[in-house]
């Protein structure tokens, strides 16, 4: 599967020009149908994109969502979705590229995914709306567009502020057709479920008999949410919002439970623990060891 790290990798990918600024970009469908890719198999990017597809024929599809509405449609792509398309070279409407670097220089974005929760991995769905709130939300594409082309030295300020209006737009026709308590627990489950997943993930990746990825670093958070096609920082969030402990914290105890359980029970050598539990030296383990008990292995073993 494809994997675009960077807004331009994915422009040259699906056969368009490169964008102008290297972690902000925003086009109409229209500049670009004479030239994209019409079918697209599926791939993964690390950027958010809000598309607002006017009229058109095909479908996208975002995660898990299938059921791509005919009509006038917001839809979004978060970090490490999987996505794919096949689509009529007919569309009109706009859509924005926003890099991760991008949201972090401004502190409007800092709470995006809790202010903004359609934004989540497993919360994207695509969004139909009334032609009636259409100009109002093309306005703001223009406007976006308008300052990105301009040559007026502090025009991110000015994006910066249209896709928060762009945003809280999106969240009020959202919350208009979603029922806010059952939003919230779709939501919720969501969480629980990746929460779930994240932790048999962890569990099974340390098995002997596991067949690991050739990036597998299984003390990394980041090599569990390419997995489970979410941005790391997602998968933080949501482990840290349920657990009390961030994703590396529960990454880190269950490798001390297995640690500890070989060295009490079995006569395994510290260095064969130390490459069983993926360390890159036996000195590596030792440290991490001594740092989370207070004890080195051997001493451990001894009191034990």
């Known amino acids: 599967m494809q994997h675009f790290k960077t807004i331009t990798e994915y422009c040259r990918a699906i056969g368009i020009s490169a964008p102008k600024h290297p972690h902000f970009d925003i086009r109409s469908f229209e ?3 004479n030239d994209v890719v019409s079918k697209m198999p599926p791939f993964r990017h690390e950027f958010y994109s809000i598309a607002i597809k006017a009229d058109g024929g ?8 299938t059921d791509f509405p005919e009509g006038v449609t917001i839809f979004f792509n978060s970090p490490f979705q999987i996505l794919s398309w096949d689509i009529v070279p007919d569309w009109s409407g706009y859509y924005i590229m926003i890099s991760q670097d991008f949201l972090a ?3 409007h974005f800092d709470r995006l995914l809790d202010d903004y929760p359609f934004l989540k991995i497993d919360e994207s769905i695509p969004l139909e709306i009334s032609k009636e709130d259409l100009p109002e939300i093309l306005n703001i594409y223009d406007r976006i567009q308008h300052e990105y082309v301009s040559d007026h030295k502090d025009k991110f300020n000015f994006i910066q502020v249209y896709i928060l209006l762009l945003l809280n ?3 009020r026709l959202f919350e208009n057709k979603v029922d806010k308590e059952t939003a919230k627990e779709q939501m919720r489950t969501a969480d629980l479920k990746l929460l779930s997943r994240f932790q048999k993930l962890v569990k099974t990746s340390f098995y002997p008999d ?8 299984l003390h990394s958070p980041s090599y569990y949410a390419q997995i489970l096609s979410v941005h790391p920082n997602h998968l933080n ?7 009390g402990q961030t994703a590396l914290k529960h990454i880190h ?3 001390l439970k297995l640690a500890k359980a070989e060295l009490v029970q079995t006569e395994s050598s510290v260095k064969e623990i130390a490459y069983s539990l993926h360390f890159e030296s036996p000195n590596n383990f030792s440290a991490f060891f001594k740092k989370n008990t207070g ?3 051997l001493n451990y073993r001894k009191n034990a």
């Open 31 to 33: 500049e670009n149908m």
């Open 58 to 65: 095909g479908k996208a599809i975002s995660g898990y969502h």
């Open 105 to 107: 220089s401004s502190h």
């Open 169 to 171: 737009q999106i969240k």
């Open 210 to 217: 596991a067949k690991l990825e050739t990036f597998a670093n």
């Open 237 to 243: 969030a949501v482990v840290k919002s349920i657990t």
């Open 253 to 255: 105890g269950h490798i």
């Open 295 to 297: 004890l080195t292995p």
